[in-house]
């Protein structure tokens, strides 16, 4: 029963967003980093709601910050619950999708500390490779080293694959490996739907539909 409202609550999002996006102007999909020679400060703030089968469900907020090369990001509830994390990374990118290439590579190396329920260094990075505007695979991982006890070191990933038949609409595959609840799976498997309008985003995944322990995932964006 939970699974198939869970379900639903997917099927209410994908209405609302279609009906409110119908008429709009096509918005960059997804949210898009700015490009290393951005000569302003950009900023964007990420915020996933999980909704946890007998668990506790929680919010993910994920601010980042942009100068030229320079990446700056904040995060709570992401390597473990009550738990926060600080980064500093390098943004490398080749080709530009806006400029009229075909491909496009980006890659962010970073560095972080975590501290709260987990405390400890991470080593990660954010990855992204788009063909045109159609095609997208990406990955977000890291590996934190627990200061506290070496048993608690863990490896997080979240790749996905997108496709976007239009640039206000994508639609993809996703997996998910994390600490910061348990489910039966230990690599969550699933899918998305997005819509962007404007600098705003909004995706829903389902993580492990059909199956025991489905989790679902209500993530807004914004870039400003």
């Not at 738990?83 to 075909?102: A, E, F, K, Q, R």
């Not at 405390?119 to 997208?136: D, F, M, P, R």
């Not at 640039?167 to 997996?175: C, D, N, R």
Request: glycine residues 10%; proline residues 4%.
């Amino acid at each position: 029963m939970k699974a198939a409202l869970h379900l639903g609550v997917l099927a209410l999002l994908v209405c609302v967003s279609g009906q409110l996006l119908a008429q709009a102007t096509p918005g960059s999909v997804p949210v898009k980093k700015p490009t290393v020679d951005t000569e302003e400060w950009e900023f964007n703030l990420t915020v996933d709601g999980y909704i946890i089968p007998d668990g506790i469900s929680y919010v993910d907020p994920v601010f980042s910050a942009d100068y030229k090369k320079l990446h700056l990001e904040g995060r709570y509830n992401y390597e473990n619950l009550h738990t926060g994390s600080t980064w500093v990374g390098y943004n490398y990118s080749h080709g530009s999708i806006d400029d009229g290439d075909t491909w496009e590579f980006d890659v962010t190396p970073m560095i972080g500390g975590v501290f709260g329920r987990t405390n400890g260094i991470a080593l990660g990075s954010e990855v992204s490779l788009q063909y045109k505007t159609k095609v997208e695979a990406s990955i977000t991982n890291e590996y934190v080293f627990d200061t506290t006890s070496k048993s608690g070191n863990f490896y997080y990933a979240w790749p996905q694959l997108t496709y976007s038949p239009w640039e206000w609409l994508h639609v993809g595959g996703v997996a998910q490996h994390t600490v910061a609840y348990n489910t039966p799976a230990k690599i969550q498997r699933g899918f998305l739907v997005g819509f962007s309008y404007k600098k705003w985003e909004y995706t829903t995944y389902v993580f492990n539909p059909g199956i025991a322990g489905t989790t679902v995932v209500l993530e807004a964006g914004v870039s400003f």
